[in-house]
Nanobody, 115 residues
Framework: QVQLAESGGGLVQPGGSLRLSCVASGITFSRYAMSWYRQAPGKQRELVASITSGGTTNYEDSVKGRFTISRDNVKNTMYLQMNSLKPEDTAVYYC?????????WGQGTQVTVSS
């Protein structure tokens, strides 16, 4: 059974930091492209950052220089280090695993940036 479990969300003040984690089970993690998406209230889900099986990363423009995606294939875990957080980063953050046409989503973790 494939499972993706996100953690690390919470309430943080503007300028603060959070690290999200996504632990995968039931898949050969190292073969999958992994991504973080987010969805703010009333908005469509958007890609935040992605990392290929080979470690190549890609970022949405508004998070470049502030967020860092990484993966640990031994621990079957993907991370998103988020620094200099802004109120507009407030959203539910979702983990996504994709291999060709097969993909799975996590349940999401809430990130709220507010003073």
């Amino acid at each position: 059974q494939v499972q993706l479990a996100e953690s690390g969300g919470g309430l943080v003040q503007p300028g603060g930091s959070l690290r999200l984690s996504c632990v995968a089970s039931g898949i050969t993690f190292s073969r999958y492209a992994m991504s973080w998406y987010r969805q703010a209230p009333g908005k469509q889900r958007e890609l935040v950052a992605s990392i290929t099986s080979g470690g190549t990363t890609n970022y949405e423009d508004s998070v470049k220089g502030r967020f860092t995606i990484s993966r640990d294939n031994v621990k079957n875990t993907m991370y998103l280090q988020m620094n200099s957080l802004k109120p507009e980063d407030t959203a539910v953050y979702y983990c996504n695993a994709r291999l060709a046409v097969y993909e799975r989503w996590g349940q999401g973790t809430q990130v709220t940036v507010s003073s």
